[in-house]
Nanobody, 125 residues
Framework: QVQLVESGGGLVQPGGSLRLSCAAS????????KGWFRQAPGKEREFVAA????????NYGDSVKGRFTISRDNAKNTVDLQMNSLKPEDTAVYYC??????????????????WGQGTQVTVSS
């Protein structure tokens, strides 16, 4: 059974940092593009970041550029999201995803075949 499991979410004050991690099991995702999306209550799912198979190419949503960094470790089958300078508007459930269809990176959620169950990130004082 293929699983993507996120971890690292929690409560953090504005201006703080969190590091999310997504571990894959049941399949080797070396040949998959990986991404992070988020969804806040009452809002549509939003693209956060994506990383190519080799890790050589990355793409970020406008709202997180310069603050978030995506990385992957193919040996460990993991993808991480380092989040700095967090703002209350970053509060959401964060999901990792994997795609075999995307050539390099993509912000289009429907192209991702596998999804984790999500981890809550709350930015509040």
């Amino acid at each position: 059974q293929v699983q993507l499991v996120e971890s690292g979410g929690g409560l953090v004050q504005p201006g703080g940092s969190l590091r999310l991690s997504c571990a894959a099991s049941g399949r080797t995702f070396i040949n998959y593009v990986k991404g992070w999306f988020r969804q806040a209550p009452g809002k549509e799912r939003e693209f956060v970041a994506a990383i190519s198979r080799s890790g050589g190419a990355t793409n970020y949503g406008d709202s997180v550029k310069g603050r978030f960094t995506i990385s992957r470790d193919n040996a460990k089958n993991t993808v991480d999201l380092q989040m700095n300078s967090l703002k209350p508007e970053d509060t959401a459930v964060y999901y990792c995803a994997a795609s075999s269809k995307i050539l390099l990176t993509s912000s289009t959620s429907r192209l991702y075949e596998y999804w984790g169950q999500g981890t809550q990130v709350t930015v509040s004082s």
